[in-house]
């Protein structure tokens, strides 16, 4: 499924509320890239917060996401269902 650039533009907001420095970006036409703040910044509270704030805002829109291996990909699917880590590093 096609990835929307207003659902990144959002996503991104909605990160910057929570201040979490993790940032969403566009991949490709169907992948989009979670990019994580440097590593002085970074945690795994953090990351689990991004995880999720991503998976909340297209469960509400009836959609389901699915990260790469490394969860630093992920793409959107129709349907609700549970989200499941096969996406591959090769995004």
Known sequence: ?????????LLNG???ERGNRYRVGYKGEDVACL???G???W????EEDALN???AHYQAKGERVT???DRLYFRVQKGEGDFSPSCSNEM
Do not use: H, N
């Not at 945690?43 to 953090?46: F, N, R």
């Open 1 to 9: 499924m096609e990835i929307q650039y207003a659902d990144l533009v």
């Open 14 to 16: 909605e990160l910057k």
């Open 35 to 37: 990019l994580p703040p």
């Open 39 to 41: 590593e002085c910044c």
């Open 43 to 46: 945690t795994g509270e953090m």
């Open 53 to 55: 704030c991503i998976r």
């Open 67 to 69: 990260f790469s291996e």
